[in-house]
């Protein structure tokens, strides 16, 4: 099984910034895409940002030019640096990762516990 752990949430003022860091750890051949969502009280869960193994990255508009995602495949870990953060930014932050146990084994995808994530003055 592949094990998450989640860490950098918190309080964050309007127009300020947090890191979220995601390990990885456990009995891992591969990790494809590692990526990030988050649940605001009351809506559904929704992408924040995904990152392939090879780099390339995809953004809510929402985040668009605020948010960037970042990997180290070294480490199994992703990232999400947040500047400029707005109220509507409040949720619960969740982890993500596709990954392959075995060689040949199909991919499953793993989900952090969430951490959270409040921005308010």
């Known amino acids: 099984q592949v094990q998450l752990v989640e860490s950098g949430g918190g309080l964050g003022q309007p127009g300020g910034s947090l890191r979220l860091s995601c390990a990885a750890s456990?009995?891992?051949?591969?990790?494809?895409?590692m990526g990030w969502h988050r649940q605001a009280p009351g809506k559904s869960r929704e992408l924040v940002a995904v990152?392939?193994?090879?780099?390339?990255?995809n953004y809510a508009d929402s985040v668009k030019g605020r948010f960037t995602i970042s990997r180290d495949n070294a480490k199994n870990t992703v990232y999400l640096q947040m500047n400029s953060l707005k109220p509507e930014d409040t949720a619960v932050y969740y982890c993500?990762?596709?990954?392959?146990?075995?060689?040949?084994?199909?991919?499953?995808?793993?989900w952090g516990q969430g951490t959270q994530v409040t921005v308010s003055s």
């Open positions: 990152i392939s193994r090879g780099g390339s990255t």
């Open positions: 456990g009995i891992i051949f591969r990790i494809n895409d």
């Open positions: 993500n990762v596709e990954a392959t146990l075995c060689n040949g084994c199909s991919s499953t995808n793993y």
